[in-house]
């Protein structure tokens, strides 16, 4: 069913990239499963105790640009993380109706921006394997601007390096405490995505209207 969007309103769409254009399988798959294996290996640890070590060292940082630092884990974990992404590169996936959603913003000449969390690595990555940088007016990773999107203080540092009107901007991301920041810090358009991750739940927003395709507001 569609919904009603007043887009001669809105004049710049930020986008998120994991869970929102990409499926967040991938990540969940990576960082639950992928990781805690390879770390178990290479420290001779049962995978069990690898994996609650794990969890209890992202609970520490998550949220934090550290979180999503593949530099980061890099060190902390004694593993190439940039190289065991790269190993599972297949299973990145764009997710239902996104690449006819961004070549329609396109069409109507709405400024398209990308703004993720991920490292830089990681966004590289992706892009080479999605191609979908070619319908972004800009790209903008957390990392140059120094905090991530979830603090307070991001979206006023983004009009550093990509001036918006807050009143006439879109956001659409998976992370309901991202959009929480946003909100807060005044754009009008918010909107968060139900299934980010193909194989796991749903979620639920009583303050957010989430989409389940793309297909819903072109």
Known sequence: MGRVIPWQEIKTVLLDMDGTLLDLH????FWLQHVPLCYAQKHDLPQAEAHKQLMHRYSEVRGSLNWYCVDFWTRELSLDIEQLKHDLAEKIAIRPDVVEFLSWLNSKNKRVVLVTNA??????LKMDKTGLHVHFDKIINAHEIGLAKEHAGFWEKLQTVEAYEKSQTMLIDDNLEVLDSAHDYGIKYCYGILQPDSQAGQVESEKYTVLNRFSEII
């Open 26 to 29: 991938f990540d969940n798959h």
């Open 119 to 124: 490292h830089p690595a990681s966004l590289n």
